[in-house]
């Protein structure tokens, strides 16, 4: 039944199979990708492609996910713009930061360490009061080697760690492209002008003892103040009620915050389809780092940021959220009989297969549907999580998901598994504009 699949997983654990993610790369890219991602920790584990490199808006993520279309004119305009060619290929598919570079507000460093034949370069920084956005690479000289940066850290000019927490990044397969670290401080903490950007590196999944360091310095004319927009907007959508409470806009992004009602009948999950709307019909769209959740009542949506654009109107708009019924949010499988005992109503979830040391199940959805992973990890009968060292891996089809969950072939335990569903393609709708100015 999965032949088609296995062979496209064995193309990509020929590659993959010795990836290695540290635990603070996982959890971010939990906390983005996913809406509950709070309850999943995971611990560092060799990975094939489709585990965690395909988490939405994971600190770890290919960046091949076009969004916005950039004019001819305006991406050959930015390519010009002296030392940000990379920067500007990176980000030419976010209105926001294409126009932080067009405002100058990009900083260049272009400072590189070199230990053990691994060469790190920081290449340009973007700082505002949501944190910092790092554009950094780094080649091996030995080309052979298969070699991830690790363990991210950010210094004091002193060498003093500072508590930050990493967010929304992206990493890219190609070694002559940048990846990105978002960095955020905590909030007692204010980030000094000097800083040290602080990595190790994992070659062949052995951690290496030593420290590549780069020193730098923030120039503190690059930074303005964002900008704050109180809404305290309730709408009621087929019953469901949510509350936008304020949209803040940094240079960086644009963040909405929205609570839920805790007395909804259906679990929201997030927006298919929200935006910045101006008084021209320019718009700034969802960006791929998915939801912040903040509880299980609130969370925070990322946009693109419309901060240099200074309209006289602006608008949120949406006009379909994912959603489902709170008593459909658990699946139940029995593995050994490969069916499904419970799944939301629609019949979505089909097609319960025993694979090596994985249960395998195909969701009807989309190609340009807004779901990627739906549920963390499956549980036991005794609410022990199965597999605590793994990922749930995905692949994509025209119109499926496979979803591939850790379930070891010897010492199965027994009886059904259950998962709590995170997000889920199940939508209502309600055409929603709430004017922000």
Do not use: C
């Not at 930050?164 to 905590?186: M, P």
């Not at 994912?322 to 009989?337: F, H, T, V």
Request: no cysteine; net charge negative; glycine share 4%.
């Amino acid at each position: 039944m999965f032949e088609k699949e296995e062979r496209k997983l064995e193309r990509s654990r020929d590659f993959y199979n010795e990836f290695v993610f540290s635990d603070d790369q996982a959890n971010a890219a939990i906390l983005e990708g996913m809406k509950r991602g709070k309850e999943l920790k995971l611990k560092r584990r060799k990975a094939f492609l489709p585990i965690k490199i395909l988490l939405t808006a994971s600190i770890i993520i290919i960046s091949f996910i076009t969004t916005v279309n950039v004019s001819e004119t305006m991406a050959t305009y930015m390519k010009n713009i002296p030392g940000l060619e990379k920067v500007i290929e990176f980000v030419r598919n976010d209105k926001g930061l294409l126009a932080a570079a067009e405002n100058d507000y990009i900083q260049k460093i272009n400072a590189t360490v070199e230990h053990s034949g691994i060469k790190l370069t920081l290449d340009s920084v973007i700082h505002d009061e949501k944190g910092l956005i790092l554009f950094y690479n780094y080649r091996a000289e030995n080309e052979d080697l298969f070699v991830i940066a690790d363990n991210f850290k950010l210094l004091n000019h002193k060498g003093e760690e500072l508590s930050i927490s990493t967010y929304g990044g992206y990493w890219s397969a190609d070694k002559n492209a940048l990846s990105e670290i978002r960095i955020s401080l905590n909030e007692e903490e204010d980030l000094p002008k000097d800083l040290i950007f602080s990595s190790q590196f994992i070659i062949d999944q052995q951690l290496q003892k030593e420290v590549w360091e780069i020193p730098f310095q923030l120039d503190e004319n690059k930074f303005v103040e964002k900008k704050v927009f109180n809404l305290n907007e309730t709408v009621k959508i087929e019953g469901q009620e949510l509350t936008i409470k304020e949209v803040v806009v940094y240079p960086s992004q644009a963040d909405v915050h929205v609570s839920l009602n805790p007395q909804n009948s259906k679990q929201i999950f997030g927006f298919n389809d929200l935006q910045l709307v101006d008084e021209t019909g320019e718009v700034w769209d969802l960006t791929s780092r998915g939801n912040y959740p903040i509880s299980d009542d609130e969370f925070i949506i990322h946009l693109q940021s419309n901060y240099f654009s200074n309209p006289k109107e602006l608008h949120l708009r949406f006009s379909s959220l994912r959603a489902l019924n709170k008593n459909e949010l658990w699946l139940e499988l029995d593995p050994a009989n490969k069916k499904i005992l419970k799944a939301p109503k629609d019949g979505k979830f089909k097609d319960v297969e025993i694979w090596r040391d994985e249960v395998r199940i195909k969701l009807e959805t989309k190609t340009d549907s807004n779901v990627e992973f739906v549920f963390a990890h499956a549980i036991d009968q005794e609410g022990n999580i199965i597999g605590r060292k793994e990922g749930v891996g995905l692949t994509h089809e025209n119109d499926y998901i496979l979803y591939m969950i850790p379930y070891p072939a010897e010492n199965a335990p027994p009886g059904p598994i259950k998962l709590k569903l995170l997000d889920y393609p199940a939508t209502i709708h309600k055409e929603v504009s709430i004017t922000i100015k």
